[in-house]
């Protein structure tokens, strides 16, 4: 199994309905893969440090996920890709997977995955 974090930034303009069907494309896609989505972290509408697209601003969204065939990560890359109404998108390959926390205090800590517990935490790019 193999832990990713995929950042997709999806145009701004589009209504939340729409926005919903690509994430939803996204999703199913990985289920159709044997793969797990572990969370989705929308961060809203954020103003983009220069222009991609001809677009200023993007609707941002993490998606934690957990892969069986790592050679599946390539259909959902090639997807982003394709797809008019992702701006950009990122995916990286993480030793274990650190979820965010949701309502942490300064005393808990994000809850963690993964095989290992050897590694920075830091990951590679696909």
Not at 9 to 34: N, P
Not at 45 to 63: C, H, M, N, P, T
Not at 88 to 95: G, N, Q
Request: charged share 35%; proline share 2%; hydrophobic share 35%.
């Amino acid at each position: 199994m193999a832990f990713y974090e995929c950042v997709l930034l999806i145009k701004s303009q589009l209504s939340d309905e729409e926005a919903a069907t690509v994430l939803d494309r996204f999703l199913k896609q990985v289920v159709q893969s044997g793969g797990t989505v572990h969370h989705v972290q929308k961060l809203g509408k954020k103003r983009l440090s220069y222009e991609l697209k001809k677009e200023r601003r993007a609707d941002y969204v993490i998606l934690y996920l957990e892969m069986k065939n790592t050679s599946d990560i390539a259909d959902i890359d090639r997807l982003a890709r394709l797809d008019e109404r992702v701006i950009k998108s990122m995916i990286v390959r993480k030793e274990k997977l650190v979820l965010p926390a949701t309502n942490a205090s300064s005393e808990e800590r994000p809850e963690e995955r993964g095989e290992s517990a050897k590694g920075s935490g830091e990951g590679e790019a696909v």
